[in-house]
C-alpha cells in the first residue's frame, strides 16, 4: 500500500478522535517574537523551573548579548535576525501520556511518513523512545523497564524539578555557559531535550533513542542533552531529526553534553536528515551545534557517530575531552551535502590523560554545488604520554562542481604522542557507475550502493536497527546527483 | 535473435566500428576474433550501452526491439550481459550485497516480485560452488583484491545467476591460467542452451578449444573481415592475423 493509502486508511479507521488535518494544523503555543530577558523569563516560566535555573539562563543571556557570532567556519548564509524568530513553540494540549495510544495520532502519522514506526520499532527493537516534538515531550516510553534498572531517561525539562541535584551537578561542566555564541545562546533559550543518567555498574538495557522534529514555522529550536554514565556502566543513544519542508531559514543551536565516569562507556549516534533547502538552495536548516563528550573518568569511552545528510549550513564538531587516564575517543562521521547545502564538520579529540587513544573516522560526500569540509583538532597535552591518534579523512566528489576540503589542526606537546592522519579524496569512476548499470542497478540506485560502500565503516558502527534506515537515507540524500 | 546491420560507432568522434554486420540466433555461439585496436571491446560496450560510445550509423536489433532505445539498465533485465574484460572493483559493497542488489533490480525492472536475503544467498550458494567461488569470496568487497582468476569467475558467477539470453564475453581468457581457464570455459559452457545466444570475444585462439563455437568472425579495423566454422580458429593461429587482414585488404 502506498503511504498515501496507508495514511488515508488510517484516518478512516481512527473515526472521530482525528479531527485536524495533517500536521501543521497542530494548534501552537508560542512565546512572543524576539529575544530578550522576558523572553527568557517567559520559558522558563512555562516550564515551571526552579529560580537557580532561571538564573543560570539569564546569566548566560547576558554573556551572550556581548558576544559575537563565530566566522571561521567555511559556510556562507544571509545574517540571521534573532529578534525575528520565536524562541518557544509547544504544541497545546498536551498533558504527559502514559503510552503511545495516548499521543496525538496525527503526531504518530507524521513519523510514519518519515518513516519511522514508532510502534514497530519499539516492538522490534525494544528501543524506548522519548518522542520530542517541537520542544515538548509527548511521549515516554518504556520507563518502567528502565526504571528497575534505575535508568533515568526523560525530558530535561522534568530532571531540572525532580532531579536538580544530578543537573546542578552535572549541567554545564563539559559545554560551559560561556564556550560560543550558538552554546551560550542554547542555556538562555534552550526549550527542552533529553537527560540520561545511568548508575553504577548498569548496563542500559535497551537502546534510547528520541527522534526531534521541528514543525512550526520560523521557531528555532533549542534542545539540550544530558548524558551522565557513572561508573562501569554503559548506554548506548540514538538521536534523530526530521524536518518537514520549509522555506524559511530556521535555527537549530543545540548543545549536548556527555560524561563518562570511570569504566563507563557512552555510545552517541545521531542521523540528521533536518530539511536542506531545496535544489536551488532556498530554505533549509542553519544547524549549529555544539556536541561534546567528557570522558571524566579512568579507562572511560565515548564514541560519536554521526550520519549528517541535512540541513542547508552544518557547523557541528562533536568532540571528547580524553581527561582521564586510559580513556578513548571515537568518531565516525558521514557528511553529505547535495545541491547548495554547505557542511563544516569534524570534530576534537583533546588527550589530557596518559594512554588515551582516539580515532576519527570521516567521510564526507558533496554533490551538486556543495561544499563539504571536514575541520578537525587533535590535541595532545604535556601530561598526555604515550597518547595515540589515527585520524582517516575521505571525501567522496560527485560531479564537477561541488567542494571537498580538509582541514585537520594537530598539537603535540608531549613526545611520545602518536598521531597518524591518512586523507584521500576521490570521484566516483564512471567505469564503477557503468558496472551497475550493466548488470540492470539504475542510476540512482548505483549511486545510493556505491556511496554507501564508500561509508560502510561508519555505517557499521551505527545500533543495527538505525543502520538500515541510514543506508536509505544515504541513497535519498543524493537521488539525481548524477546528470 | 541479435542483429547488426551497418554499424558504425564513433568514440570521442573517432570513428571505431565501420559498418559491422552480424547476425547470431538463439541457441548459436560466436566468437569475434581480431588483433588489438581493431574494435572487438567497443563492439562489447556499445551492445551494453555504455555512455560515450556513439552509434553513428547503422542498427542494432535484439529479438526485434532497437537495442540502442534501450538505458543499460533496461538491456540488462531485458537479458542483455557483458562479462567484463575488466571489472571493476567497488570497495565497501560486499559481493553478496552486489548481486542481490542487481538481480532484484531487473527483476524489478521485469515486473517481478523481489527475492528475500535467504532466498538469493541460497540461489548463489548453488551456483558458486560448481565455479569455485568461495564463501569467504562472496563476503569479500566486490573484486577489490581479488586475482584476476577470482575476478572472472565472478563474471562467469554472475552469467548463471542472472540467465541472460545474450551473453557477451569480453576476452573473458585474458589474464588467466590454464587451470583458471578451464574452470571459467567449464562454466560457460555449462551455460549452453537452445533459447541462450553467446558472444565469445578474444584475441586469442586457446579459449576456443574450451568454448567451442559455431561461427567465427574475424575483426579488423570495425569491419568483419573473414568468416567461418571452428577451423578458422587454427587458421589464424598458425598464420597469423595480418595474413587474414591482408588478404581481406
Known amino acids: 500500500m502506498s503511504i498515501a493509502a496507508e495514511t488515508k486508511s488510517q484516518v478512516a479507521e481512527l473515526g472521530e478522535k482525528y479531527k485536524y488535518g495533517f500536521v501543521t494544523d497542530i494548534e501552537m503555543e508560542r512565546a512572543p517574537k524576539g529575544l530578550s530577558e522576558d523572553t527568557v523569563r517567559y520559558i522558563s516560566a512555562k516550564k515551571g523551573e526552579p529560580d537557580w535555573m532561571l538564573e543560570w539562563r539569564l546569566g548566560a543571556f547576558k554573556r551572550w548579548q556581548a558576544m559575537t557570532e563565530p566566522k571561521w567556519a567555511r559556510v556562507h548564509y544571509p545574517k540571521i535576525d ?42 522490534l527493537a525494544g528501543v524506548a523512545v522519548d518522542a520530542v516534538f517541537d520542544s515538548v515531550s509527548v511521549a515516554t516510553t518504556f520507563k518502567e523497564k528502565l526504571n528497575e534498572a534505575g535508568v533515568i531517561f526523560c525530558p530535561i525539562s522534568e530532571a531540572i524539578r525532580d532531579y536538580p541535584d544530578l543537573v546542578k551537578k552535572y549541567l554545564g561542566t563539559v559545554v560551559p555557559v560561556t564556550d560560543n555564541y550558538f552554546a551560550t545562546l542554547n542555556s538562555a533559550v534552550f526549550s527542552d531535550g533529553t537527560f540520561v543518567y ?17 514543525n512550526a514555522s520560523e521557531t528555532g529550536q533549542f534542545e539540550r542533552t544530558l548524558i ?116 563544516d564538520t569534524g ?114 558502527q551505527l545500533p543495527m536497527e538505525f543502520a538500515v534506515e541510514a543506508q536509505k537515507l544515504v541513497g535519498i540524500s543524493l537521488e539525481g546527483s548524477v546528470g | 535473435m541479435l542483429e547488426i546491420k551497418n554499424l558504425h560507432v564513433a568514440v570521442d568522434g573517432k570513428e571505431i566500428l565501420k559498418g559491422l554486420n552480424l547476425s547470431i540466433g538463439a541457441g548459436e555461439v560466436h566468437a569475434i576474433m581480431g588483433p588489438n585496436g581493431s574494435g572487438k571491446s567497443t563492439l562489447s560496450y556499445v551492445l551494453a550501452g555504455r555512455a560515450g560510445y556513439d552509434i553513428t550509423q547503422g542498427s542494432i536489433a535484439y529479438n526485434g526491439e532497437d537495442l540502442a532505445a534501450l538505458a543499460p539498465e533496461e538491456r540488462a533485465a531485458k537479458g542483455v ?20 542488489t542487481a538481480l532484484n533490480s531487473q527483476r524489478r525492472a521485469r515486473g517481478e516480485s523481489d527475492i528475500d536475503a535467504v532466498g538469493v544467498l541460497k540461489l548463489v550458494r548453488a551456483k558458486a560452488k560448481t565455479l569455485n567461488v568461495s564463501e569467504e569470496m562472496l563476503k569479500r568487497a566486490l573484486n577489490v583484491g581479488f ?43 555449462a551455460l549452453r542452451d537452445p533459447s541462450r545466444a553467446m558472444l565469445v570475444i578474444t584475441h586469442y585462439q586457446r579459449l576456443l578449444d574450451y568454448i567451442v563455437p559455431d561461427r567465427i568472425h574475424v575483426l579488423a579495423k570495425g569491419r568483419i573481415v573473414a568468416e567461418g566454422g571452428k577451423e578458422l580458429a587454427l587458421e589464424l593461429e ?6 587474414i587482414v591482408g588478404q581481406a585488404a
Open chain 2, 147 to 189: 586475482s584476476g582468476g577470482e575476478k572472472k569467475r565472478l563474471e562467469i558467477l554472475q552469467m548463471a545467476i542472472f540467465e541472460p539470453k545474450l551473453a557477451i564475453l569480453d576476452e573473458t581468457d585474458s589474464g588467466l591460467d590454464i587451470d583458471a581457464l578451464r574452470l571459467v570455459a567449464e562454466g560457460v559452457n
Open chain 2, 81 to 100: 550481459f557483458l562479462a567484463m574484460q575488466y571489472p571493476v572493483e567497488i570497495p565497501g559493497v560486499t559481493t553478496m550485497t552486489f548481486l542481490k
Open chain 1, 82 to 123: 534573532y529578534q525575528n524568530a520565536y524562541y518557544y513553540a509547544a504544541p497545546k494540549n498536551t498533558p504527559k501520556k502514559q503510552s503511545l495510544d495516548e499521543v496525538d495520532p496525527k503526531l504518530l502519522e507524521t513519523y510514519k511518513k518519515l518513516g519511522i514506526p514508532l510502534h514497530e520499532q519499539m516492538a
Open chain 1, 198 to 214: 545511568v548508575p553504577k555498574g548498569v548496563r542500559c538495557p535497551m537502546e534510547l533513542s528520541t527522534y526531534f522534529r521541528i
Open chain 2, 238 to 243: 598458425a598464420k597469423g592475423y595480418e595474413h
Open chain 1, 347 to 460: 570534530t576534537k579529540m583533546i588527550h589530557l590523560g596518559a594512554n588515551t587513544r582516539s580515532r576519527i573516522i570521516s567521510k564526507g560526500i558533496s554533490a551538486g554545488k556543495a561544499q563539504n569540509t571536514y575541520r578537525g583538532l587533535v590535541s595532545v597535552y604535556g601530561k598526555a604520554k604515550n597518547a595515540r591518534n589515527y585520524t582517516q579523512c575521505d571525501s567522496l566528489l560527485i560531479g564537477g562542481d561541488c567542494g571537498a576540503h580538509t582541514v585537520p589542526y594537530i598539537e603535540s606537546r608531549n613526545k611520545t604522542a602518536r598521531i597518524e592522519h591518512e586523507a584521500t579524496t576521490s570521484k566516483i569512476a564512471e567505469d564503477q557507475l557503468f558496472y551497475c548499470l550493466a548488470r540492470g542497478i539504475p542510476q540512482d540506485e548505483a549511486v545510493s550502493l556505491i556511496v554507501n560502500g564508500f561509508c560502510r565503516e561508519v555505517l557499521q
Open chain 1, 228 to 343: 551522565i554514565a557513572d561508573e562501569d556502566s554503559y548506554v548506548s543513544y540514538l538521536e534523530g531529526c526530521t524536518a518537514p519542508k520549509r522555506d524559511e531559514n530556521q535555527l537549530h543551536a543545540a548543545v549536548v553534553e556527555l560524561i563518562a565516569l570511570d569504566n563507563a562507556e557512552i555510545k552517541y549516534s545521531t542521523v540528521q536528515n533536518w530539511y536542506p533547502g531545496d535544489e536551488n538552495g532556498l530554505g533549509g536548516i542553519f544547524n549549529f551545534v555544539t556536541k561534546r563528550g567528557d570522558c571524566r573518568g579512568k579507562k572511560s569511552k565515548i564514541s560519536w557517530t554521526q550520519v549528517e545528510t541535512g540541513s542547508a549550513i552544518t557547523w557541528k564538531y562533536p568532540s571528547c575531552i580524553l581527561r582521564g587516564d586510559e580513556s578513548v575517543g571515537e568518531f565516525y562521521s558521514i557528511a553529505i551535502a547535495n545541491h547548495y547545502q554547505q557542511a
